[in-house]
């Protein structure tokens, strides 16, 4: 006879399940960062483009530090910057969906 039932097995096991975080294939952002990525999938999901201007606003950063964040999630490969004339439009990548799946946020 065993120690513990089935059910109680299942039980604990959804217990000690590792808890959902930033960190996808290893990588960790923090919560700016995570928030802009947020901010991309919402206007991607709305069919929406985004640009840098759509997150400085939204954000009230600077051209320079939503420059500097911009390249941190795509050196990442969280988002991906397609250059469409002069405007640089922002996608999220398959990467950041998942990063947002792990924090249940889609």
Known sequence: ???VS????????????????????HITIDKKLFDIL?????KNRN???VSYKNISKSFSI???TTAKRITSLAERELITIKKRGRLKTIYITN?????LQRRNVL
């Open 38 to 42: 947020r901010f991309v999938n919402e």
């Open 95 to 99: 990467k950041g969906k998942r990063l």
């Open 6 to 25: 089935s059910t109680e097995l299942a039980i604990l096991g959804e217990e000690l399940e590792r808890l959902p975080d930033q960190n996808v294939d």
């Open 1 to 3: 006879p065993s120690v």
């Open 47 to 49: 069919k929406s483009l």
């Open 62 to 64: 600077t051209k320079v």
